[in-house]
Protein backbone atom coordinates (compact mmCIF):
# COMPACT_ATOMS: atom_id res chain seq x y z
CA UNK A 1 0.00 0.00 0.00
CA UNK A 2 1.47 3.06 -1.30
CA UNK A 3 0.87 6.50 0.72
CA UNK A 4 1.83 10.33 0.27
CA UNK A 5 2.35 12.17 3.49
CA UNK A 6 1.32 16.18 3.25
CA UNK A 7 2.96 17.47 6.35
CA UNK A 8 5.30 16.26 8.39
CA UNK A 9 5.34 18.12 11.85
CA UNK A 10 3.71 16.99 14.74
CA UNK A 11 1.05 14.11 13.55
CA UNK A 12 2.94 13.04 10.38
CA UNK A 13 6.82 12.78 12.42
CA UNK A 14 4.82 10.61 15.11
CA UNK A 15 3.09 8.30 12.47
CA UNK A 16 6.19 8.47 11.14
CA UNK A 17 7.35 6.76 14.25
CA UNK A 18 4.54 4.07 14.51
CA UNK A 19 4.69 2.76 11.55
CA UNK A 20 8.46 2.09 11.60
CA UNK A 21 7.82 0.12 15.02
CA UNK A 22 4.79 -1.27 13.79
CA UNK A 23 6.19 -3.11 10.88
CA UNK A 24 6.05 -6.78 11.93
CA UNK A 25 2.79 -5.74 14.09
CA UNK A 26 0.84 -4.62 10.61
CA UNK A 27 2.28 -7.51 8.70
CA UNK A 28 1.47 -10.09 10.68
CA UNK A 29 -2.41 -8.93 12.72
CA UNK A 30 -3.01 -7.01 8.87
CA UNK A 31 -1.07 -8.97 6.18
CA UNK A 32 0.33 -5.47 4.63
CA UNK A 33 2.98 -3.00 5.23
CA UNK A 34 2.00 0.92 4.22
CA UNK A 35 4.72 2.24 2.43
CA UNK A 36 5.35 6.12 2.21
CA UNK A 37 6.48 6.90 -0.83
CA UNK A 38 6.25 10.59 -0.45
CA UNK A 39 6.58 13.13 2.50
CA UNK A 40 5.68 16.38 2.01
CA UNK A 41 6.71 19.59 3.52
CA UNK A 42 6.70 23.59 2.85
CA UNK A 43 10.03 23.82 1.42
CA UNK A 44 9.83 20.24 -0.46
CA UNK A 45 9.51 16.85 -1.10
CA UNK A 46 11.45 13.33 -0.38
CA UNK A 47 10.39 10.79 -3.01
CA UNK A 48 11.05 6.82 -3.77
CA UNK A 49 8.51 4.98 -5.27
CA UNK A 50 10.11 1.77 -3.51
CA UNK A 51 9.46 3.17 -0.06
CA UNK A 52 11.14 5.90 2.33
CA UNK A 53 13.08 5.04 5.41
CA UNK A 54 11.68 6.91 7.74
CA UNK A 55 14.05 7.16 9.94
CA UNK A 56 16.42 8.59 7.50
CA UNK A 57 13.55 11.58 6.62
CA UNK A 58 12.74 11.77 10.29
CA UNK A 59 16.32 12.27 11.05
CA UNK A 60 16.85 14.96 8.05
CA UNK A 61 13.56 16.60 9.03
CA UNK A 62 15.16 17.03 12.29
CA UNK A 63 18.85 18.04 11.04
CA UNK A 64 18.04 20.21 8.19
CA UNK A 65 14.35 21.65 8.69
CA UNK A 66 12.84 19.82 5.58
CA UNK A 67 12.96 16.74 4.15
CA UNK A 68 13.43 18.33 0.78
CA UNK A 69 17.08 18.99 2.11
CA UNK A 70 17.74 14.99 1.71
CA UNK A 71 20.89 15.16 -0.44
CA UNK A 72 19.82 12.07 -2.35
CA UNK A 73 16.02 11.62 -2.32
CA UNK A 74 15.16 15.59 -1.49
CA UNK A 75 13.22 17.61 -3.96
CA UNK A 76 13.36 21.48 -2.63
CA UNK A 77 10.55 23.67 -4.11
CA UNK A 78 8.02 20.56 -4.87
CA UNK A 79 4.82 21.41 -3.97
CA UNK A 80 2.42 18.85 -2.26
CA UNK A 81 -0.18 19.59 -5.76
CA UNK A 82 2.70 18.33 -7.65
CA UNK A 83 3.42 15.14 -5.26
CA UNK A 84 -0.19 14.07 -4.99
CA UNK A 85 -0.68 14.42 -8.95
CA UNK A 86 2.72 13.50 -10.28
CA UNK A 87 3.41 10.73 -7.61
CA UNK A 88 1.96 6.95 -8.31
CA UNK A 89 0.19 5.99 -4.61
CA UNK A 90 -3.09 4.64 -3.69
CA UNK A 91 -3.79 7.06 -0.40
CA UNK A 92 -2.37 10.85 0.67
CA UNK A 93 -2.28 11.58 4.25
CA UNK A 94 -3.46 14.66 4.42
CA UNK A 95 -1.72 16.71 7.75
CA UNK A 96 -1.19 20.22 7.31
CA UNK A 97 -2.61 23.12 9.73
CA UNK A 98 -5.99 23.99 10.34
CA UNK A 99 -7.00 27.29 8.86
CA UNK A 100 -10.77 28.18 9.25
CA UNK A 101 -10.34 31.09 7.18
CA UNK A 102 -10.12 28.80 3.67
CA UNK A 103 -9.10 25.69 4.55
CA UNK A 104 -6.44 25.85 2.58
CA UNK A 105 -3.81 24.25 1.54
CA UNK A 106 -5.44 21.10 3.13
CA UNK A 107 -8.99 21.95 0.90
CA UNK A 108 -7.03 21.99 -2.11
CA UNK A 109 -4.60 18.83 -1.34
CA UNK A 110 -7.70 16.82 -0.44
CA UNK A 111 -9.57 18.13 -4.07
CA UNK A 112 -6.95 16.91 -6.19
CA UNK A 113 -6.26 13.53 -4.72
CA UNK A 114 -9.86 12.93 -4.97
CA UNK A 115 -10.23 13.92 -8.23
CA UNK A 116 -7.04 11.84 -9.11
CA UNK A 117 -9.24 9.10 -7.33
CA UNK A 118 -6.56 8.36 -4.55
CA UNK A 119 -7.67 7.81 -0.90
CA UNK A 120 -7.62 10.44 1.67
CA UNK A 121 -6.72 10.08 5.30
CA UNK A 122 -6.85 13.61 7.17
CA UNK A 123 -6.26 14.90 10.96
CA UNK A 124 -7.41 18.73 9.40
CA UNK A 125 -10.74 20.09 10.73
CA UNK A 126 -10.53 23.12 8.64
CA UNK A 127 -11.59 21.69 4.92
CA UNK A 128 -14.33 19.04 6.32
CA UNK A 129 -15.66 22.06 8.88
CA UNK A 130 -16.36 24.32 5.53
CA UNK A 131 -16.85 22.01 2.90
CA UNK A 132 -18.08 18.50 3.90
CA UNK A 133 -20.63 17.95 2.07
CA UNK A 134 -19.38 18.49 -1.33
CA UNK A 135 -16.28 16.36 0.07
CA UNK A 136 -17.74 13.60 0.80
CA UNK A 137 -19.83 13.75 -2.73
CA UNK A 138 -16.74 14.14 -4.71
CA UNK A 139 -15.08 10.83 -2.98
CA UNK A 140 -18.08 9.10 -3.67
CA UNK A 141 -18.29 10.27 -7.17
CA UNK A 142 -14.45 9.25 -7.65
CA UNK A 143 -14.89 6.03 -5.57
CA UNK A 144 -12.53 6.97 -3.37
CA UNK A 145 -12.51 6.77 0.30
CA UNK A 146 -12.44 9.62 2.57
CA UNK A 147 -11.08 9.19 6.24
CA UNK A 148 -10.63 11.84 9.06
CA UNK A 149 -10.71 9.36 12.74
CA UNK A 150 -8.49 11.74 13.81
CA UNK A 151 -10.30 15.19 13.30
CA UNK A 152 -12.22 14.72 16.32
CA UNK A 153 -11.50 13.19 19.65
CA UNK A 154 -7.69 12.76 18.41
CA UNK A 155 -7.39 9.34 19.36
CA UNK A 156 -10.06 8.64 21.13
CA UNK A 157 -12.54 6.32 18.68
CA UNK A 158 -15.73 8.62 18.98
CA UNK A 159 -16.25 8.35 15.04
CA UNK A 160 -15.50 4.81 14.69
CA UNK A 161 -17.65 4.07 17.79
CA UNK A 162 -20.38 5.18 15.93
CA UNK A 163 -19.23 3.73 12.25
CA UNK A 164 -18.59 0.11 13.59
CA UNK A 165 -20.69 0.05 17.00
CA UNK A 166 -24.19 1.22 16.19
CA UNK A 167 -25.06 -0.44 12.79
CA UNK A 168 -28.26 -0.46 12.11
CA UNK A 169 -28.95 2.00 15.21
CA UNK A 170 -29.77 5.52 14.96
CA UNK A 171 -28.23 8.65 16.63
CA UNK A 172 -31.43 11.37 17.74
CA UNK A 173 -28.96 13.92 18.89
CA UNK A 174 -25.08 14.73 20.10
CA UNK A 175 -23.79 16.68 23.30
CA UNK A 176 -19.70 16.63 23.47
CA UNK A 177 -17.19 18.38 25.41
CA UNK A 178 -14.92 18.62 22.31
CA UNK A 179 -11.71 20.93 23.07
CA UNK A 180 -9.24 19.88 26.03
CA UNK A 181 -7.84 24.11 26.16
CA UNK A 182 -11.23 25.49 27.11
CA UNK A 183 -12.47 22.56 28.90
CA UNK A 184 -9.23 22.58 31.40
CA UNK A 185 -9.79 26.32 31.94
CA UNK A 186 -13.26 25.87 33.10
CA UNK A 187 -12.42 23.01 35.04
CA UNK A 188 -9.41 25.34 37.27
CA UNK A 189 -11.72 28.07 37.60
CA UNK A 190 -14.14 26.19 39.15
CA UNK A 191 -11.52 23.89 41.33
CA UNK A 192 -8.98 26.13 42.47
CA UNK A 193 -10.92 29.48 41.60
CA UNK A 194 -8.35 30.07 39.17
CA UNK A 195 -9.25 33.45 37.03
CA UNK A 196 -9.61 32.84 33.21
CA UNK A 197 -6.68 34.77 32.21
CA UNK A 198 -4.60 32.60 34.72
CA UNK A 199 -5.69 29.29 33.92
CA UNK A 200 -5.42 30.21 29.79
CA UNK A 201 -1.55 30.92 30.67
CA UNK A 202 -1.27 27.29 32.56
CA UNK A 203 -2.75 25.92 29.63
CA UNK A 204 -0.33 27.59 27.19
CA UNK A 205 2.64 26.72 29.86
CA UNK A 206 1.62 23.08 29.57
CA UNK A 207 1.55 23.02 25.87
CA UNK A 208 -2.65 22.74 25.91
CA UNK A 209 -3.21 25.83 23.65
CA UNK A 210 -1.80 27.47 21.33
CA UNK A 211 0.16 31.42 21.32
CA UNK A 212 -3.53 32.44 19.75
CA UNK A 213 -5.82 30.50 22.04
CA UNK A 214 -8.79 32.02 20.18
CA UNK A 215 -9.82 29.28 17.92
CA UNK A 216 -10.16 27.08 21.10
CA UNK A 217 -11.67 29.91 23.39
CA UNK A 218 -14.24 31.31 21.22
CA UNK A 219 -15.64 27.94 20.53
CA UNK A 220 -14.55 27.75 16.68
CA UNK A 221 -12.76 24.09 17.17
CA UNK A 222 -15.71 22.81 18.93
CA UNK A 223 -17.82 23.98 15.99
CA UNK A 224 -15.78 22.37 12.81
CA UNK A 225 -15.99 19.33 15.52
CA UNK A 226 -19.58 19.48 15.68
CA UNK A 227 -19.94 19.78 11.83
CA UNK A 228 -18.09 16.78 11.47
CA UNK A 229 -19.82 14.78 13.81
CA UNK A 230 -22.93 15.97 12.21
CA UNK A 231 -22.68 15.29 8.82
CA UNK A 232 -21.01 12.14 9.41
CA UNK A 233 -22.70 10.23 12.27
CA UNK A 234 -26.35 11.83 11.98
CA UNK A 235 -26.15 12.41 7.65
CA UNK A 236 -27.05 15.93 8.40
CA UNK A 237 -25.51 18.38 5.32
CA UNK A 238 -24.43 21.36 7.37
CA UNK A 239 -20.83 23.50 7.36
CA UNK A 240 -19.85 25.79 9.82
CA UNK A 241 -22.30 28.96 8.56
CA UNK A 242 -24.63 26.71 10.06
CA UNK A 243 -23.46 26.53 13.56
CA UNK A 244 -24.43 28.82 16.26
CA UNK A 245 -21.12 29.68 18.12
CA UNK A 246 -20.92 31.14 21.63
CA UNK A 247 -17.26 30.71 23.03
CA UNK A 248 -15.91 30.78 26.75
CA UNK A 249 -15.08 34.09 26.70
CA UNK A 250 -17.61 35.45 28.80
CA UNK A 251 -17.91 33.12 31.27
CA UNK A 252 -17.01 34.90 34.57
CA UNK A 253 -15.77 33.86 38.44
CA UNK A 254 -19.54 34.82 39.10
CA UNK A 255 -21.29 32.28 36.84
CA UNK A 256 -18.89 29.07 37.64
CA UNK A 257 -19.72 30.15 41.47
CA UNK A 258 -23.79 29.95 40.27
CA UNK A 259 -23.18 26.65 38.80
CA UNK A 260 -21.18 25.02 41.52
CA UNK A 261 -23.83 26.21 43.99
CA UNK A 262 -26.57 24.32 42.18
CA UNK A 263 -24.37 21.59 41.92
CA UNK A 264 -22.90 21.98 38.37
CA UNK A 265 -20.03 22.66 36.49
CA UNK A 266 -20.06 25.18 33.21
CA UNK A 267 -18.45 23.07 30.18
CA UNK A 268 -18.18 24.60 26.33
CA UNK A 269 -21.30 22.23 25.18
CA UNK A 270 -21.56 21.25 21.56
CA UNK A 271 -24.89 20.27 20.69
CA UNK A 272 -26.99 18.70 17.69
CA UNK A 273 -30.17 18.04 17.61
CA UNK A 274 -32.75 20.34 15.99
CA UNK A 275 -30.00 22.91 15.00
CA UNK A 276 -26.15 22.81 16.13
CA UNK A 277 -24.87 25.27 18.75
CA UNK A 278 -21.79 25.69 20.65
CA UNK A 279 -22.10 27.23 24.35
CA UNK A 280 -21.45 27.39 27.70
CA UNK A 281 -24.04 25.30 29.78
CA UNK A 282 -24.08 23.64 33.47
CA UNK A 283 -23.67 20.40 33.68
CA UNK A 284 -24.87 18.84 36.68
CA UNK A 285 -22.15 16.73 38.55
CA UNK A 286 -21.87 13.06 37.89
CA UNK A 287 -23.14 13.73 34.42
CA UNK A 288 -21.32 11.20 32.14
CA UNK A 289 -20.21 14.72 30.44
CA UNK A 290 -19.59 16.47 33.98
CA UNK A 291 -15.59 15.56 33.43
CA UNK A 292 -12.58 17.63 34.23
CA UNK A 293 -8.91 18.32 32.64
CA UNK A 294 -8.32 18.11 29.58
CA UNK A 295 -10.44 15.28 28.73
CA UNK A 296 -13.18 15.15 25.74
CA UNK A 297 -16.27 13.51 26.03
CA UNK A 298 -19.38 12.82 23.72
CA UNK A 299 -23.34 11.71 24.15
CA UNK A 300 -25.32 10.03 21.67
CA UNK A 301 -28.89 9.48 22.29
CA UNK A 302 -29.99 6.66 19.96
CA UNK A 303 -32.72 5.35 19.12
CA UNK A 304 -32.34 1.91 20.64
CA UNK A 305 -29.40 1.97 23.38
CA UNK A 306 -30.49 5.30 24.94
CA UNK A 307 -27.35 7.21 25.73
CA UNK A 308 -23.90 6.39 25.28
CA UNK A 309 -20.51 8.59 26.17
CA UNK A 310 -17.01 8.32 24.93
CA UNK A 311 -15.12 9.85 26.88
CA UNK A 312 -11.06 10.02 26.16
CA UNK A 313 -8.07 12.35 25.57
CA UNK A 314 -9.16 14.45 22.68
CA UNK A 315 -5.78 15.58 21.29
CA UNK A 316 -1.76 14.87 21.51
CA UNK A 317 0.64 13.79 18.56
CA UNK A 318 1.05 9.58 19.16
CA UNK A 319 -3.04 9.85 20.13
CA UNK A 320 -3.76 11.44 16.88
CA UNK A 321 -1.51 9.14 14.92
CA UNK A 322 -3.14 6.20 16.18
CA UNK A 323 -5.97 7.38 14.29
CA UNK A 324 -4.15 7.93 11.34
CA UNK A 325 -3.44 4.51 11.42
CA UNK A 326 -6.64 2.99 12.45
CA UNK A 327 -7.84 4.51 8.88
CA UNK A 328 -4.72 3.42 6.96
CA UNK A 329 -5.69 -0.28 8.17
CA UNK A 330 -9.43 0.70 6.99
CA UNK A 331 -8.63 1.84 3.91
CA UNK A 332 -6.35 -1.75 3.66
CA UNK A 333 -9.05 -3.83 4.55
CA UNK A 334 -11.60 -2.04 2.06
CA UNK A 335 -8.65 -2.03 -1.34
CA UNK A 336 -8.49 -5.87 -0.15
CA UNK A 337 -12.42 -6.22 -0.77
N1 LIG B 1 -1.30 18.01 17.15
C1 LIG B 1 -2.46 17.47 17.57
O1 LIG B 1 -2.59 17.00 18.71
C2 LIG B 1 -3.64 17.40 16.63
C3 LIG B 1 -4.80 16.70 17.03
C4 LIG B 1 -5.88 16.59 16.13
C5 LIG B 1 -5.81 17.18 14.88
N2 LIG B 1 -4.66 17.88 14.53
C6 LIG B 1 -4.62 18.48 13.21
O2 LIG B 1 -3.71 17.76 12.38
C7 LIG B 1 -3.07 18.65 11.46
C8 LIG B 1 -1.56 18.54 11.64
O3 LIG B 1 -1.26 18.91 12.98
P1 LIG B 1 0.26 19.02 13.49
O4 LIG B 1 0.15 19.22 14.95
O5 LIG B 1 1.06 17.89 12.94
O6 LIG B 1 0.69 20.38 12.78
P2 LIG B 1 2.17 20.95 12.61
O7 LIG B 1 3.08 20.36 13.64
O8 LIG B 1 2.05 22.41 12.52
O9 LIG B 1 2.65 20.37 11.19
C9 LIG B 1 2.10 20.80 9.99
C10 LIG B 1 2.94 20.29 8.84
O10 LIG B 1 2.34 20.70 7.61
C11 LIG B 1 3.35 21.23 6.76
N3 LIG B 1 2.75 22.17 5.82
C12 LIG B 1 2.17 23.36 6.04
N4 LIG B 1 1.73 23.91 4.88
C13 LIG B 1 2.05 23.02 3.91
C14 LIG B 1 1.89 23.01 2.49
N5 LIG B 1 1.29 24.01 1.84
N6 LIG B 1 2.36 21.94 1.80
C15 LIG B 1 2.99 20.92 2.44
N7 LIG B 1 3.18 20.88 3.78
C16 LIG B 1 2.72 21.92 4.50
C17 LIG B 1 4.35 21.88 7.71
O11 LIG B 1 5.59 22.03 7.04
P3 LIG B 1 6.92 22.58 7.78
O12 LIG B 1 7.37 21.42 8.64
O13 LIG B 1 7.84 22.87 6.67
O14 LIG B 1 6.47 23.77 8.57
C18 LIG B 1 4.37 20.83 8.83
O15 LIG B 1 5.27 19.81 8.50
C19 LIG B 1 -3.63 20.04 11.77
O16 LIG B 1 -4.65 20.34 10.87
C20 LIG B 1 -4.14 19.92 13.20
O17 LIG B 1 -5.19 20.81 13.48
C21 LIG B 1 -3.58 17.98 15.36
Known amino acids: ?28 EFGFHPRIVAVVDTAGAMINPEGLDLNRALAVKQTKG ?24 ETVLELTPTRIVDGEPGLSHIKTALR ?39 GTPILDFVRKCLNGNRIESVRGILNGTTNYILTRMAESDTPMDAALKEAQVLGYAEA ?20 STMGREVSLKDVEIKGIREVTREDIEAARKKG ?13 SVRPEAVP ?4 LCIGGTLNAVSFRTELTGELTV ?27
Open 1 to 28: MRLIMVGFGTIGQNLARILESKKKQLLR
Open 66 to 89: SVAKDPELGRLGMDAQEVIEGVEA
Open 116 to 154: RRRHVITTNKAPLAIAMPSLMEMASYNKALLKFSGTVGG
Open 212 to 231: DPSYDIDGMDTACKLVILAN
Open 264 to 276: SRIKLIGTVDGGV
Open 285 to 288: LGHP
Open 311 to 337: VGKGAGGVETASAVLRDIVDVRRALAQ
